[in-house]
């Protein structure tokens, strides 16, 4: 059974950082790809990044270029989002993904279990 949980979450000023980790059980990340999604009261679930199960490629969001960076502990089976410079509108429920497949970078559309997310507030 996969069981994804997210921690990291908080309150945090516009242009300051937080870390989000997303500890993996019953799969193994050197073998599925995974990602982040967020959610903001309202809107529609949105892509944020990916990282492939060997670690070697990554996808990004446009909004969050530059600023986000998603990394692995292979060691912990966890993943990271490292999120810098926030802002307002990074605002919303972040969740982590993976997909049923393994050893292949999946469409944005094809992630299937989720974990039950990390609020992260940006206050301006």
């Known amino acids: 059974q996969v069981q994804l949980v997210e921690s990291g979450g908080g309150l945090v000023q516009a242009g300051g950082s937080l870390r989000l980790s997303c500890a993996a059980s019953?799969?193994?990340?050197?073998?599925?790809?995974m990602a982040w999604f967020r959610q903001a009261p309202g809107k529609e679930r949105e892509f944020v990044a990916a990282?492939?199960?060997?670690?070697?490629?990554?996808d990004y969001a446009d909004s969050v270029k530059g600023r986000f960076t998603t990394s692995r502990d292979t060691a912990k089976n966890t993943v990271y989002l490292q999120m810098n410079s926030l802002k307002p509108e990074d605002t919303a429920v972040y969740y982590c993904?993976?997909?049923?497949?393994?050893?292949?970078?999946?469409?944005?559309?094809?992630?299937?279990?989720w974990g039950q997310g990390t609020q992260v507030t940006v206050s301006s």
């Open positions: 019953g799969r193994t990340i050197t073998s599925y790809a």
């Open positions: 993904a993976t997909v049923s497949g393994s050893h292949y970078f999946p469409r944005r559309n094809e992630y299937a279990y």
């Open positions: 990282i492939s199960w060997s670690g070697g490629r990554t």
